[in-house]
């Protein structure tokens, strides 16, 4: 028997290396099915999605749009207690921020 997390972590794993990997297409796919584990508005899975919707949104170069969800996603894991999961969705929102500024000055 699998335990109860398995199902929404291997998800959130394949939208991340959906996204990674070039398919955006199928990352928004994976965060709506992360969604539909579960009754509707299940905090931990509405978490989840909103991370992997940012990671695709960021890969379909739609910055503001996936630092929204990057910051949804940090507010749902902070009201869950889960420090470490609220940790990466703001890394992820710094780290796009990085890429995403222009960077003047920098030859």
């Not at 070039?22 to 899975?45: C, F, K, M, R, W």
């Not at 379909?60 to 996936?66: D, I, M, T, V």
């Amino acid at each position: 028997d699998l335990p109860p997390w398995y199902m929404p972590m291997a998800l959130m794993l394949r939208a991340e290396a959906l996204a990674k990997a070039g398919d955006p297409e199928g990352a928004l796919e994976t965060a709506q099915n992360l969604i539909s584990l579960g009754p509707a508005g299940a905090p931990y899975l509405a978490a989840l999605a909103s991370r992997a919707e940012g990671l695709a949104m960021q890969a379909l170069g739609q910055h503001e749009a996936a630092s929204s969800c990057f910051a949804r996603a940090h507010e749902r894991f902070v009201s869950l207690e889960m420090p470490l999961e609220a940790a990466r969705s703001l890394l992820e929102q710094a780290t796009l921020a990085s890429v995403s500024r222009p960077q003047s000055g920098r030859r």
